[in-house]
């Protein structure tokens, strides 16, 4: 098992940026590769980043290619997605997700572990 608790959510103006972090704790978290996906009311939940067992290859959704950052650090079992240049459509609750293994799924079935979200609100 693999608890993920996500964190850093809030209200921000468009424009402005946030940081994300998302703490595991359970089994190695290096053997995990990590993801954060988004869910706005009335859609499905998309894909946003996701990042590999070492934190080598990333990869991101190409409406926030540029404004997003995933990263991590195994030594503390973090994942972190700095968000920049924020806008109204990034409104959503974010969550973290992990997968045992190497690969970076963007599909939401590709992920054994989840978070319970954080909420980030945009305003214009």
Not at 12 to 28: D, F, I, K, M
Not at 69 to 81: G, Y
Not at 94 to 120: E, K, L, N
Request: with cysteine; charged share 15%; glycine share 12%.
């Amino acid at each position: 098992q693999v608890q993920l608790v996500e964190s850093g959510g809030g209200l921000v103006q468009a424009g402005g940026s946030l940081r994300l972090s998302c703490a595991a704790s359970g089994r190695a978290f290096s053997n995990y590769a990590m993801g954060w996906f988004r869910q706005a009311p009335g859609k499905e939940r998309e894909f946003v980043a996701g990042i590999s067992l070492s934190g080598i290859n990333t990869r991101s959704a190409d409406s926030v290619k540029g404004r997003f950052t995933i990263s991590r650090d195994n030594a503390k079992s973090t994942v972190d997605l700095q968000l920049n240049s924020l806008k109204p459509e990034d409104t959503a609750v974010y969550y973290c997700a992990a997968r045992f293994g190497s690969v970076i799924p963007a599909q939401q079935g590709g992920y054994d572990y989840w978070g319970q979200g954080t909420q980030v609100t945009v305003s214009s």
